[in-house]
C-alpha cells in the first residue's frame, strides 16, 4: 500500500525540523530540540497570522516576532529562509555556527535582517516583547485617528521553561500585566526539558496560574506536535482579547521525529548525529536528503511575499492619506522613522557659569530633561520607583502610561531594574525612533547589567541615568556605594559611560547620549552637590576629556577628576599653583570618548613627557592606569563605603583638598 501523500501543512512543518537536524548536524553544534518540537507553533503563527514582508524586514508595521528561546535559532532562520527573506540563504543554513555566517549561534539583530531582537540569554527576549508592545500601543495612541490606524501590530514570542524560571521574565510579565497590553501574545514551548533533564528537577509550579495572576489572557494546546489547526485556534483567541496580554502554553516534545532522543535533555544542546538524523528521517516519512527543501514547501512558504507586498502596500497608501489629512502628525511620524532628530531638540539644555550656585548632578539631569521634553517627543522613560531621587521625571507633564493613557511617555516601572533595562532594549529595538531612557541607582547596574550588555552588543540607544554614584550617598552605607561599578561599566564595549562634574557636563552629557543612536550610554550622577566650574563647556564632553585649567608652559603634574571629585583637583591645583607649581587639571567625563580622539588631541591634554599624574575618582582606581602611568598615582578607593553621612565619607575615605593637595605634593617631590 502506498502512503498518502503528507499535507501541506505537514511537509511544512517537517521542513522546518530536518533544516534544525542538518545544520546542527554539519555544524556539529546547536540546539536542534527546540525546532524539532517547537516547528508546528513556528508554521501556524508565520503562515497563518504573522504579518510580515518578507522582501522588506524593516516595514514599520509588521508584527514582531520574538524567539526568547533564543538557543533554538534554527527556528527562526528556517522561518525566515523558507519565507523568502534575503538575509537568510539555503547556504547561509549550511553555514549555521560558523565564522561570518548570517545565522550565528542565537539571533542577533546586528546579523539578520528579520531578527528583531538579539535574544541570547534566556527570559531577556520575552522582557524585550513587553518594550516592543509599550512602544506600539505609546505610538498608536500618539498617531492613530478614527479614520486612519497607522499604528497597528502584534507582537508574537516563543518562549521555554527556561525562560519562564528567569527573574527578568517574572518582572516584565508582572508589568505587561499591568499595563493590560493586549497585542502580546506569547507561545509557550511546554516541553518539560532543560539542559540538567526533566523540569521536575527544579520547576514544578503551574506556569498558566502564574501568568493569571500577573493579569494575563491563558489558553493551553495539549498536543503541540501535530495539531497545526489546534494552535491556529489559540493564536485566533488570543487576538480576540485586547485588554490583556496572551500566554498560550502548547506542550509539545522536545526533539520530536527522533526515534530514541526525543524527549530527553540530549537532544536540547546537542546535534542528533547522523545515524539518528537518518533515523529520523525514516520516522517522519522524509525522503529528502540533506538540506533538500521539497518544491511544495518552497511554494506554500513563499506566499507570504506576495501577502507581505500587499500589506505593505496597502499601509503605505493609508499613510499617504494620513499625510494628506494629518500632515503635521505625519511630519512627526516620518521624521522618527528615518531616525531623525527633530529641529533644535537640544536648544534649551541649560547652561551655567562659576557664579550660579552648584547642585547635584542628578538634579541638573532633571533641568535637563525639562528642556527636553517639550522639543523631543521622542522621549520615553521613567524609573524603577526612584522618580523622587534619579529625578527622571520630565516636569511640566502630568500621567504616566497606563492602560487607559497609553499616549503618556513616562514609565512606572516599579521595583523591577532587570525588567527595566530589558524593556528599554525592547522599545529601542522597535526601531521607531523613541528615544528610552531609565533611572535607577548607580549600584542597581549590577540587577541590570544581563541587559546593559545586550544593549551594548546589540547597538541600542538606551539612556541609563544612574544616580546616586559614589560613597556621597552616605547614610545608606556600602551596599548603596558604587565603588566598582564605574570601572566595571567602562570595561564593557560599545557603552558610554559618563560622569559629569558640573551642570554645563550634564548638559553635554545628554547632548551625548541622545545624539548616539547605536549605543547606549551610562549618565552616572551624584547625589551631593557639586560647583559649577569656570572652564567647563558641554560641547567638551564630545571629547571624553578636556583641559578644564591650565598653566604657563609644561606643566609638572596633571590632576585628573570626574564628577563631584573634579572640584577638588581644582582646589587643590589652585592651592599648589599659588605655591608657585604648575598644575592642569582635565576632566575627564567620559573615557570611552577621550579614548575615540585623535593621537594629536589626547597628546595635547595628557603629553606623555608629563609622567606625574593624578587622577581622583571616588572609584576603584581599576582602569586608570592606561592616564596615571608609571610616576603617577590616584585617590580612588580600594574597599567598600560605610554608613555615615556624605560628607563623613567623603572625608573618612580621603576625598578632600588637603588629601589631594598632599598626594600631589608627594608627587611633585
Known amino acids: 500500500m502506498v502512503a498518502a501523500p503528507a499535507s501541506v501543512d505537514t511537509l511544512c512543518v517537517n521542513s522546518i525540523r530536518m533544516l534544525a537536524v542538518d545544520a546542527t548536524n554539519k555544524s556539529r553544534s ?146 505587561a500585566g499591568h499595563l493590560g497590553l493586549g497585542k502580546l501574545i506569547a507561545l509557550y514551548d511546554d516541553n518539560h526539558i532543560t539542559i540538567d533533564g526533566k523540569t521536575d528537577l527544579s520547576f514544578s509550579e503551574d506556569v498558566l496560574k502564574r501568568y493569571e495572576a500577573y493579569g494575563w489572557h491563558v489558553l493551553h494546546v495539549e498536543d503541540g506536535n501535530t495539531d497545526v489547526d489546534g494552535i491556529a485556534r489559540a493564536i485566533a483567541a488570543a487576538k480576540a482579547v485586547i485588554d490583556k496580554p496572551s500566554l498560550i502554553k502548547v506542550t509539545t516534545t522536545i526533539g520530536y521525529g527522533s526515534p530514541n532522543k526525543a524527549d530527553t535533555a540530549g537532544v536540547h544542546g546537542a546535534p542528533l548525529g547522523e545515524a539518528e538524523g537518518s533515523l529520523t528521517r525514516e520516522s517522519l516519512g522524509w525522503s529528502y536528503g540533506p538540506f533538500e527543501v521539497p518544491q511544495a514547501s518552497y511554494d506554500h512558504f513563499r506566499k507570504a511575499i506576495e501577502r507581505g507586498a500587499a500589506a505593505e502596500a496597502e499601509w503605505n497608501a493609508g499613510l499617504d492619506r494620513y499625510s494628506a489629512s494629518y500632515p503635521a502628525e505625519a511630519a512627526v511620524f516620518k521624521r522618527m522613522l528615518r531616525g531623525e532628530l527633530p529641529e533644535g531638540w537640544d536648544r534649551d539644555l541649560p547652561s551655567y557659569s562659576a557664579d550660579d550656585a552648584g547642585q547635584a548632578t542628578r538634579k541638573h539631569s532633571q533641568l535637563c530633561l525639562a528642556a527636553l521634553g517639550p522639543n523631543l517627543p521622542d522621549l520615553i522613560g521613567g524609573s524603577a520607583d526612584l522618580t523622587h531621587s534619579n529625578y527622571t521625571d520630565i516636569k511640566g507633564e502630568t500621567g504616566s502610561f497606563q492602560k487607559h493613557s497609553r499616549e503618556k511617555r513616562y514609565l512606572h516601572f516599579g521595583v523591577r531594574e532587570h525588567a527595566m533595562a530589558a524593556i528599554l532594549n525592547g522599545i529601542a529595538y522597535h526601531d521607531s525612533g523613541l528615544i528610552p531612557y531609565g533611572g535607577t541607582f548607580l549600584v542597581f547596574a549590577d540587577y541590570m547589567r544581563g541587559s546593559m550588555r545586550l544593549s551594548a552588543l546589540s547597538r541600542l540607544g538606551v539612556i541609563y541615568v544612574l544616580t546616586h554614584d559614589s560613597i556621597g550617598v552616605g547614610e545608606d552605607g556600602p551596599t548603596h556605594q558604587p565603588i566598582e561599578t564605574l570601572s566595571s561599566l567602562r570595561a564593557m564595549p560599545n557603552m558610554l559611560v559618563i560622569r559629569p562634574g558640573d551642570g554645563n557636563e550634564t548638559s553635554g552629557a545628554y547632548r551625548v547620549a541622545i545624539n548616539n543612536r547605536n549605543r547606549p550610554t551610562v549618565l552616572a550622577l551624584s547625589r551631593q552637590g557639586m560647583a559649577n566650574q569656570a572652564g567647563s563647556a558641554a560641547d567638551n564632553v564630545a571629547l571624553g576629556g578636556y583641559i578644564l585649567e591650565d598653566c604657563d608652559g609644561t606643566p609638572e603634574l596633571i590632576l585628573i577628576g570626574t564628577g563631584s571629585e573634579l572640584d ?96 600631589a605634593r608627594a608627587l611633585l617631590g
Open 30 to 175: 546547536g540546539h536542534p530540540g527546540l525546532p524539532m518540537g517547537a516547528a508546528p507553533m513556528g508554521y501556524a503563527l508565520w503562515d497563518k497570522f504573522l504579518r510580515h514582508n518578507p522582501k522588506n524586514p524593516r516595514w514599520f508595521n509588521r508584527d514582531r516576532f520574538v524567539l526568547s528561546a533564543g538557543h533554538g535559532c534554527m527556528l527562526l532562520y528556517a522561518l525566515l529562509h523558507l519565507s523568502g527573506y534575503d538575509s537568510v540563504s539555503l547556504d547561509d543554513i549550511k553555514s549555521f555556527r560558523q565564522w561570518g555566517s548570517r545565522t550565528p549561534g542565537h539571533p542577533e539583530t546586528f546579523e539578520t535582517p528579520g531578527v528583531e531582537v538579539t535574544a541570547g540569554p534566556l527570559g531577556a527576549g520575552i522582557s524585550n516583547a513587553v518594550g516592543l508592545a509599550i512602544a506600539e500601543a505609546h505610538l498608536a495612541s500618539r498617531f492613530n485617528k478614527p479614520d486612519c490606524e497607522l499604528v497597528d501590530h502584534h507582537t508574537y514570542v516563543i518562549m521555554g521553561d527556561g525562560c519562564h524560571q528567569e527573574g527578568v521574565s517574572s518582572e516584565a510579565a508582572s508589568l
Open 568 to 663: 577638588l583637583c581644582v582646589q587643590a591645583a589652585r592651592a599648589l599653583s599659588a605655591e608657585g607649581h604648575r598644575l592642569r587639571v582635565v576632566s575627564m567625563p567620559c573615557v570611552e570618548l577621550f579614548a575615540e580622539q585623535a593621537v594629536d588631541y589626547r597628546e595635547s591634554v595628557l603629553p606623555a613627557a608629563v609622567g606625574r599624574r593624578l587622577v581622583v575618582e571616588a572609584a576603584s582606581d581599576f582602569g586608570w592606569h592606561r592616564y596615571i602611568g608609571l610616576e603617577g598615582d590616584s585617590v580612588t578607593m580600594d574597599g567598600f563605603g560605610a554608613s555615615a553621612p556624605g560628607g563623613v565619607c567623603m572625608e573618612k575615605f580621603g576625598f578632600t583638598v588637603e588629601n589631594v593637595t598632599a598626594k
